[in-house]
């Protein structure tokens, strides 16, 4: 008798989501929205709200916007915005509006002109430290600013005058006229309004005066018909505030709900942390392999399949946490365990001559693409006397348990032949630089026809054929587990790995990666997860690994 599958529990969103179309409530209908604003490229955090805010909409048959948050005119680009419409294809998604706030100023400027005749909102002079001197503390009582009871007609006539640029930075404000007492901080009297006088983006010099992100987000998503607005725990003490400009103005009220950022070990996910690694020259850019930016990511290696899953398993709570690196890892490896077809690459070539065969002779042997995928078929790797093995499959002395190539020892080439050594010839110096090896050609295919065994199989590379290639070994950005929890007068930067990048050069692919292109991933049999830079030119590779392939933590927590 079969059981009948359970079914699948729903996290605490969805959950919402999903009794919310059973209720009827908003018609059944679901719209979302990722508000990011472009003032820098999106982290794996970003990834994390994406793949909710998208996928619910895909789940309930809902839409999801694309809406940016540009409402600080000095920070934000269009190079931002475009690397932010491409972050988010690049991980399989597609928008049904592309918005952004900056579409809503007049209307946003009509609702401040509501407010302020309904005596909700008032023309403030107080400067930016007096303020906070008078919202006081969270422990303690704030007071009302004297220029609080300004009459609606004064305040209309300072807030048109703001907009016509006649104050100077910073010289005046607009503010909600909320409760100075209340415990919530966002409530005491917040900025609705500061005058930047900044060129905007999309918006050019028409605006002098812009709206604070806590006044713009809910009468954006109002405007939208947003029916949950998803948004990280540290959103969870604004809501009250969000709820306060729409019940005031009597608009559609969206539903938010907060739930848990990604947090992500070996790394910082802070974009002005994130800014500062880029601005002092300590990564290479935004899309320097080791910042966990999207875009870095997708330089490194990592596929859009296995950031969703990763995404997935760490799933949605109400609760911050950690999530170990490996774990991302693991899901890496998953993926491109199935996905990416194999090859032999030598980083670290030792030359070995097969004196056994034939002078200005080759062989193609057979190579399977990808074991994990039957449909990927084959490939032909030239085999002939002169050979590149790992320099560390070698050794003079070897322990029992050292299944590598030394003297008098044989071994396996994959796809080829047992290989014998019989002598290392070094330079003056006494450095190893060649292995003379003779070879068994009744072991093709890497078995004997007397039943005998080996221990070792080795990758190789015809050294006729090979190309060279510059190989880039990516290891975490920083040393520490929480690299931002330093003690008072340490910087956090001292926490960065000197031994996040190491550069090879001289490597030696096999030919078949003479057809690679920039952003091809391969498993370099052995070495790890691979993928072409974009700093490959012809004839001039370059690979940066994107994962090892086992977990490099667990070996280092063993030591």
Same mark, same amino acid.
């Given at each position: 008798m079969s059981e009948t599958p359970k079914e699948e529990k729903l996290d605490f969103v969805r959950q919402?989501?999903?009794?919310?179309?059973?209720?009827?409530? +908003?018609?059944?209908?679901?719209?979302?929205?990722?508000? *990011?604003?472009?003032?820098?490229?999106?982290?794996? @955090?970003?990834?994390?709200?994406? %793949?909710?805010?998208? &996928?619910?909409?895909?789940?309930?048959? &809902?839409? %999801?916007?694309?809406?940016?948050?540009?409402? +600080?005119? !000095?920070?934000?680009?269009?190079?931002?915005?475009?690397?932010?419409?491409?972050d988010v294809r690049w991980l399989g998604f597609e928008w049904d509006k592309k918005l952004f706030a900056s579409d809503y100023f007049d209307q946003l400027y009509d609702w401040a002109v509501q407010l302020i005749k309904e005596g909700k909102a008032y023309v403030c002079d107080l400067t930016f430290e007096e303020v906070r001197e008078y919202r006081a503390g969270w422990n303690k009582e704030g007071k009302d600013s004297p220029y609080r009871d300004r009459t609606p007609e004064e305040n209309l006539d300072l807030f048109e005058r703001m907009k016509n640029g006649e104050f100077k930075d910073g010289e005046k404000s607009l503010r909600a006229k909320i409760d100075n007492s209340s415990p919530n901080m966002n409530?005491?009297? #917040?900025?609705?309004?500061?005058?930047?006088?900044?060129?905007?983006?999309?918006?050019?010099?028409? /605006?002098?005066?812009? *709206?604070?992100?806590?006044?713009?987000?809910?009468?954006?998503d109002s405007l939208e018909g947003i029916t949950h607005s998803l948004c990280t725990l540290e959103f969870e003490n604004h809501r009250p505030l969000y709820d306060w400009y729409i019940e005031a103005l009597g608009i559609h009220h969206p539903q938010q709900i907060e739930f848990a950022r990604l947090n992500l070990s070996?790394?910082?996910?802070?974009?002005?942390?994130?800014?500062?690694?880029?601005?002092?020259?300590?990564?290479?850019? /935004?899309?320097? #392999?080791?910042?966990?930016?999207?875009? @870095?990511?997708?330089?490194?290696?990592?596929? *859009?399949?296995?950031?969703? +899953?990763?995404?997935?398993?760490?799933?949605i709570t109400k609760f911050n946490g950690l999530t170990e690196l490996p774990m991302l890892e693991l899901c890496i490896r998953d993926h491109l365990n199935r996905t990416a077809n194999r090859a032999m690459v030598v980083l670290d070539p030792l030359k070995v001559v097969?004196?056994?065969?034939?002078?200005?002779?080759?062989?193609?042997?057979?190579?399977?693409?990808?074991? !994990?995928?039957?449909?990927?078929?084959?490939?032909?790797? #030239?085999? @002939?006397?002169?050979?590149?093995?790992?320099r560390k499959d070698f050794m003079e002395e070897a322990s029992k348990k050292y299944f590598g190539l030394t003297v008098g020892k044989e071994v396996r080439f994959k796809n080829a032949f047992f290989v014998k050594c019989n002598d290392a010839i070094k330079d003056d110096d006494g450095n190893i630089v060649e292995l003379h090896c003779t070879y068994d050609p009744e072991t093709s295919g890497g078995k004997a026809p007397d039943g005998r065994k080996v221990k070792g199989t080795l990758h190789w590379v015809s050294a006729e054929h090979a190309i060279d290639a510059e190989v880039r070994l990516y290891d975490v950005l920083f040393t520490q587990e929480k690299p931002e929890n330093v003690e008072e007068g340490e910087d956090w930067k001292d926490n960065l790995n000197p031994e996040s990048l190491k550069v090879l050069t001289g490597c030696k692919l096999e030919p078949s990666l003479a057809e690679a292109k920039v &952003?091809?991933?391969?498993?370099?049999?052995?070495?790890?997860?691979? %993928?072409?830079?974009?700093?490959?030119? #012809? @004839?001039?590779?370059?690979?940066?690994?994107?994962?090892t392939l086992k977990d490099g933590f667990a070996k280092k927590k063993k030591k």
């Open positions: 919402i989501v999903a009794d919310d179309i059973a209720n009827g409530k +908003n018609e059944g209908q679901v719209q979302t929205r990722f508000p *990011p604003e472009p003032n820098g490229y999106l982290h794996i @955090g970003h990834a994390k709200s994406i %793949c909710l805010n998208f &996928g619910i909409a895909k789940q309930f048959g &809902g839409k %999801c916007n694309l809406r940016f948050d540009d409402t +600080n005119p !000095e920070k934000e680009d269009t190079e931002f915005v475009e690397a932010i419409e491409e409530l005491r009297d #917040p900025a609705m309004y500061r005058i930047r006088h900044a060129h905007h983006h999309r918006t050019g010099d028409k /605006w002098c005066i812009y *709206p604070t992100y806590d006044y713009t987000h809910g009468q954006s070996h790394t910082v996910m802070s974009k002005r942390k994130l800014l500062e690694l880029v601005q002092s020259g300590l990564v290479s850019g /935004w899309d320097d #392999p080791r910042m966990p930016t999207i875009v @870095g990511m997708r330089r490194r290696g990592f596929t *859009p399949e296995a950031l969703r +899953n990763f995404c997935d398993r760490i799933g097969i004196t056994n065969y034939p002078e200005g002779k080759s062989e193609m042997r057979q190579a399977i693409n990808n074991p !994990e995928d039957e449909s990927a078929g084959t490939r032909e790797m #030239p085999f @002939g006397r002169e050979l590149f093995i790992e &952003g091809d991933r391969f498993q370099f049999e052995r070495m790890g997860y691979f %993928c072409m830079d974009k700093d490959s030119q #012809p @004839g001039k590779p370059v690979f940066n690994r994107t994962v």
